[in-house]
């Protein structure tokens, strides 16, 4: 007893069901039976022991109590011992090319920056894989490993191809305005367009054998190229190897001539000229352009095209978005700190970084411990392209990386490269200490990221075409304005795209753009193809990964149609426990299956985010699945199958495979279907499933009624059941018509039940009342009966009235005289004669009711 009053002093007591059940406690609680009477009985004992514990004696009992309980102590604990060791996360880094262990620098936050798109064009299939392949791995990293993930992403809004495109665009819209009808000087502009992009882009393409021979006619030269280009096939494949655009300038002149020999309008012209055209303009006319307007007009118009193209792709929107146009002042203090840190320098207006400053620059300052635990001292030295460090000098992609509209002009050496670009006519520029002009690409990133995450990130991440030159001088340049040894710890490449075997090009024809992908994949199936490959690696959509992603699909439909249509079974039995558990040896197993899923797909996540593994680990639990099914086609315990499927739910939604409404649900099971026109995002399955179940049972029961021959009345009561009872419960009035068909109204169910229960009401208050008039008429007609019980001719005679009453009667039974002898009255024996006339008729009644029904009455 004292063990519940001591924790009740210590105010340990809330009406605990297990300290009353304490074997000095237990006998009083034999007969209660619930937790509120256990309550009751609890206060009711607290109530009384603290008016003891006030008494001298108690407080003696609890003090050595509470002396006891020191001395008593729990048992040592074990401290586990892991019987499997959880695997640690390991990512492949493009900074050692291998996997290493995933150590955030802040706890459980990850800084992750990621290039992002050049604004000027649609966004294509090379651009899904990577921002699609990043968006899993930032979902895994967030909702798989529940890391805090900062994501940043830039906009490149300022560069040398959204300036080319936005003047070509600016100048042809203005000179197809300035020739509405199809002139001499159209065709002419057109011929001479189309002679210069001739010489400046088709001649260095041709071997010397090919050239315009002395005297021909370009056209001619021309014409003779694309004989040979259709009919010689080594040829054809060679041009297009040595030079690859050579497929795309050719066709643009092809174009461009079959514009020339048609007579129709200006428009037609222009249409097929409007590659050359808008060169040729942009060579003339180009510098005039200098509205800013037109450059950001562009960019901004692309910028909404790429989002748009990502919310379709399901990709998430980065958590932070940086624009190159809105970060320039920072840019330039950037640089300036670049150049006061001794590795760049500035030319005509131009700020080169200067590699070979850099390269074996030994740390300024010494920054305390640095990585892998070795002392930071200040003893180590700038390194240039530590990703890609036997691309140094490779003269091609250096000038890839800067630009077509950049001359090395001022440049000391080969391999430096521009911060910032001196501005020419023509281009948007920005005030700056070396004069109006714009930044360079590569320090766009640099900026950016160290303004958002500081002088040090966790992830970085792009295509791998962008490794070298950008990723190498974003790294140079960073280092070298923080005077860091490691301003990125892992870089994370997402691997090329090819189409059908081949690089992905204009001129190949194989160039596809998201929205056309989106025409023959689902963004689920996209998301599958390139789920199924390792993010890393290349990657080849062919047609093969097109069917496989289908059967994958198609797998996954089955598996959660048929899981949900077994589950659902089983809620609408809603049968009550029969006393077994149902969980057997079948269960079991599928309970076994699933743990080792969980174990193999973390393994395999955890080896640098192995997507086709960890599919492949899904798949095979939902094999596993299906042969419990087999063993179980109407489970009576549906535990097991649901955790299972909800798992597999939560992994495919974590990937960001779940589609529609129906995936917001908690514990939903299945991964959605994507919403259309049609159901706008209405979760179908869960609207449609009442009803469905209320036909489909309605159904059954009448092949039950069929099957065993029964009679329409039992048919009609099983319609009326639905209708008053299934369909009313779902809000659904049948309202039935002389013709037979029912009229179907919607209302709320409650109101159609109240309608039902007033109208049943009504009815048998009726047949009620209807009875109770039958029961009167009943009772009335016996009344009478029973008078008509009298012989008439005894009628006046004794018992049935008083004795000495009559002392004589005549033969019909009438009194003639009364007791005393005296003559009854001549009116007197009428009204006599006429009761006794009436008598004779009930009494004639009465033996017809008692010959009809016995003796009964
Ligand atoms: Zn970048």
Known sequence: MLILNELAGSGRIHGDVRLLQSESFRPALRPLSSVTQLGKLNQAYLASTNARTHSATASNHLRSRMATTEKVQQPKWQVPVPVEAEPTLKVWNSLTRTKNDFIPMHGRRVDWYNCGPTVYDSAHMGHARNYLTQDMIRRILRDYFGYDVNFVMNVTDIEDKIIIRAREQHLLAAYRESHPELSEALKNDTKQAWDAYFQSKLLKCLAEADKPKEGEDLITAFQRLLKRDAEDEVWRKEARSKEEKFGLVLGSLQSALAGLSQTNDATTLIDSAKDILSWWLDKKEGHTVTDPAIFRALAAYWENSFFSDMQKLRVLPPDTITRVSEYVPEIVTFVEQIISNGFAYEENGNVWFDVGAFEGAKAKKAKGKGKEGEADDGEWEHVYAKLQPWSKGNRELLEDGEGSLTTAQGKRS??????????????????????????????????????????????????????????????????????????????????????????????????????????????????????????????????????????????????????????SDFESRNAPSDGLHYYDQPEKQLISDLQKAQAAFRAALCDSFNTPESLDVLLTLVSQTNVYLQARPRPQNVSALRTTAEWITRMLRMFGLGEGQAVLKEGAIGWGEASTAEDSGVDREAVLMPYLRALSSFRDEVRKLALKGANSR??????????????????????????????????????????????????????????????????????????????????????????????????????????QGVEISKAKGKKMKKDRDIQAKLHQEWLNEVNKNGASV
């Not at 320090?443 to 490794?467: F, K």
């Not at 059908?500 to 160039?511: A, C, R, V």
């Not at 009342?769 to 007609?781: F, G, H, N, P, S």
Request: glycine share 6%.
């Open 414 to 567: 080969s391999s430096d490269f521009a911060l910032w670009k001196s501005g020419k006519p023509g281009e948007p520029t920005w005030p700056s200490p070396w004069g109006p002009g714009r930044p360079g690409w590569h320090i766009e990133c640099s900026v950016m990221a160290s303004e958002i995450l500081g002088q040090q990130m966790d992830i970085h991440s792009g295509g791998v075409d962008l490794m070298f030159p950008h990723h190498d001088n974003e790294i140079a340049q960073s280092e070298a304005y923080h005077d860091c040894r490691q301003w990125v710890n892992y870089f994370l490449h997402t691997g090329h795209l090819h189409i059908q075997g081949l690089k992905m090009s204009k001129s190949l024809k194989n160039f596809i753009t998201v929205e056309q992908a989106l025409e023959t994949y689902s963004p689920r199936q996209l998301r599958l193809a390139f789920m199924n490959q390792l993010w890393s690696n290349k990657m080849d959509l062919t047609d093969g990964v097109r069917a496989g992603v289908e059967n994958i699909e198609e797998t996954l439909n089955n598996f959660f149609r048929n899981v949900k249509a077994k589950i």
């Open 714 to 819: 039992e048919i009609l009561e099983l319609c009326d059941r639905l209708r008053d009872n299934e369909l009313v419960d779902l809000g659904v009035a049948l309202d039935d018509q002389e013709d037979g068909n029912a009229l179907v109204k919607l209302a709320p169910a409650e109101e159609l039940r109240r309608a039902r229960d007033e109208k049943k009401a009504a009815a048998e208050a009726k047949i009620a009342r209807k009875a109770a008039a039958a029961k009167e008429a009943e009772a009335k007609r016996l009344a009478k009966l029973e008078k008509g019980k009298v012989d008439p001719a005894l009628m006046f005679k004794p018992p049935h009235v008083e004795d000495n009453l009559y002392s004589e009667w005549d033969e019909e039974g009438i009194p003639t005289k009364d007791a």
